[in-house]
């Protein structure tokens, strides 16, 4: 009894998250297991996609059993049990309700009666009729193919003909029920020009929508140059009830695509007015849109969201957590949400950097010892002859990272991978590496040499100045990845000020590789975008300071911050 209860409350939720309102209930759930299934959370064992009916009958109770049971406790629930995590831990509940597989069949058994085919491709009316013929069901055929087809999200043509054979028969007619599902499929599919037709038609035909009608248009508009007119759709529901929060989510999220702040803030404050918890959806649409948005107005009311989550005790997902921390390390205080002090160099202190590194460190009196004339020579020249860099790359720094692959290898899946973004890139290497042997094969530095620039300095040379070189003259977008941290450069800089500037500049181009299984996808650390300064707006301080149990080293700088602000 109680799994059945929890069957049909898990259901009924499902069906609020599905896009397919307008439609009964019973016809609006698709099932599928997304490829890692979690035992930890409850959202992404049932995620709601396109899918052909014959495919997510019996068989996806069985895998959805199966990958469980490989994923999580190896089809011992004495496991489940012995290790039972703390009551209120994150995935205790679905852990418990694992236990009983029973509860997975329950939301699987909606989709058995379906007795024909549903087409693929446009009927014309001949083939129409003799569908109609084929079908032994008791329903009315129209309303029955229709709302199957928006419940298998059917292609638009094949709607149309069903459409335009209605048509046919009722002198130029479709019905309410059959136009809502067809703006349904128009609106799953995104195609926006046949949502403002379908629009047309409505409008020119009934006085009023349901709700359903008008959640459907204010979704399909919201996307396109007529959206204004979707916030007016919203208003004629607020004529009859109050607005779902799926509504003030698309319309907010439209305003926020068409870059209208404050449209976009009044119908959230409306939105919490009516005592409407909003989707996390929505709240995540203003972190997104807030990281290229410098403005202290703006991060303030983030902040304030965040102060909501907290009363409300609500959690982000974590595509949501994703994004606050991303608006954070855009450069604002976590604190007060003013906006910190860029890390990119101006022109002026850019350019003066790139004349005193190359005139100290590569130039420099002790150039003997790093490089030959001749070869710094060589070296200017070719990079005369190429365009400007986006990377420069170490080559043998990088290539040594993953100490059990093979060089060649790690160096051409990082190449490959940032070739893949249409980047411009130099590799800076030695002779040595062109020299066939099984740390360095052929071919694999042939294919390296295909999809970047490279230079191979002699064995004796040392890479740095040339890394250094090449990064600064491509100009300030020019980023550089090497383990190194380049502490003798800085050192053999002739003053704070410069010394200063290296050190910015460093951070704000200097790549770092933290992925350390070779063969995946390589990731890079993020770049702050924020200078770690002590800085000041007249009225507000902040001051980064350092942690008494933490050790830091020169190279690094504070994570934490004191926030000040003057009482007025
Ligand atoms: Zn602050």
Redesign the pocket.
């Given at each position: 009894m109680t799994f059945l209860l929890s069957g049909i409350q898990s259901f009924s939720k499902l069906w609020k998250c599905s896009p397919c309102f307008g439609l009964s209930p019973g016809h609006s759930c698709c099932f599928f297991l997304s490829d890692y299934c979690g035992i930890r959370n409850q959202q992404r064992w049932f995620s709601l996609k396109s899918m052909s009916p014959q495919s997510t009958k019996a068989g996806n109770a069985s895998i959805a059993k199966a990958r469980y049971l490989r994923k999580g406790d190896e089809g011992s629930n004495k496991q489940v049990s012995s290790d039972s995590p703390h009551l209120f831990a994150a995935g205790a509940a679905k852990k418990r309700s694992q236990m009983n597989p029973q509860s997975n069949d329950q939301v699987l058994s909606p989709l058995k009666n379906i007795s024909i085919q549903l087409p693929t491709k446009p009927l014309n009316s001949k083939e129409w009729d003799k569908l109609k013929e084929d079908f032994k069901g008791k329903a009315n055929f129209e309303n029955w193919i229709s709302s199957q087809m928006a419940h298998c999200h059917s292609p638009i043509d094949v709607a149309k003909s069903l459409l335009a054979w209605v048509a046919a028969k009722n002198n130029g007619i479709v019905g309410y029920n059959l136009l809502v599902r067809y703006l349904y499929l128009c609106v799953f599919h995104k195609q926006t020009s046949e949502v403002i037709d379908v629009y047309e038609i409505m409008r020119a035909r009934y006085k009023r929508l349901e709700s359903g009608g008008y959640s459907l248009l204010i979704r399909g508009l919201m996307h396109s140059d007529r959206w204004r007119e979707a916030l007016m759709l919203l208003e004629d529901i607020k004529k009859v009830m109050t607005p779902s929060i799926k509504n003030y989510n698309d319309c907010i999220q439209g305003a926020l695509l068409h870059q209208d702040v404050n449209t976009a803030w009044n119908l959230y404050q409306e939105l919490l007015g009516h005592d409407l918890i909003p989707m996390l959806e929505t709240l995540k649409a203003f972190f997104d849109f807030g990281k290229d948005i410098k403005d202290d107005h703006y991060s303030s009311k983030l902040l304030d969201i965040l102060l909501y989550l907290r009363n409300n005790q609500l959690y982000p997902g974590e595509s949501f957590a994703h994004s606050i921390k991303t608006w954070f390390e855009s450069g604002q205080?976590s604190?007060?949400g003013?906006t910190m002090e860029s890390i990119h160099l101006s022109p002026e202190e850019y350019e003066f950097l790139k004349r005193k590194i190359i005139r100290d460190v590569i130039d420099g009196g002790d150039q003997y010892k790093k490089t030959t004339p001749q070869e710094l020579k060589r070296f200017e020249n070719f990079v005369k002859s190429c365009p400007p860099f986006d990377i420069v790359i170490d080559g043998l720094n990088v290539a040594k990272m993953f100490p059990k692959a093979r060089e060649s290898q790690v160096l051409l899946d990082v190449v490959s991978q940032l070739a893949k973004q249409n980047l411009q890139l130099l590799i800076l290497g030695r002779k040595h590496m062109l020299t066939q042997r099984f740390r360095w094969r052929k071919d694999e530095m042939e294919k390296v040499q295909k999809q970047a620039s490279c230079f191979f300095a002699d064995d004796i040379s040392e890479d740095d100045p040339f890394l250094l070189y090449a990064t600064l003259n491509s100009g300030n977008h020019c980023k550089f990845i090497t383990k190194d941290l380049m502490r003798d450069h800085k050192a053999c800089l002739p003053d704070i000020k410069t010394q200063r500037l290296f050190f910015k500049w460093q951070q704000g181009h200097q790549l770092a590789i933290i992925n350390r299984f070779p063969g995946s996808k390589i990731t890079f650390q993020h770049i702050l975008t924020y200078d770690t300064v002590v800085q000041t707006t007249g009225d507000?301080w902040?001051i980064p300071y350092d942690e008494d149990l933490v050790e830091r080293y020169s190279y690094e700088v504070p994570t934490k911050w004191l926030?000040l602000h003057r009482k007025t």
């Open positions: 205080c604190c007060c003013k507000s902040h926030c």
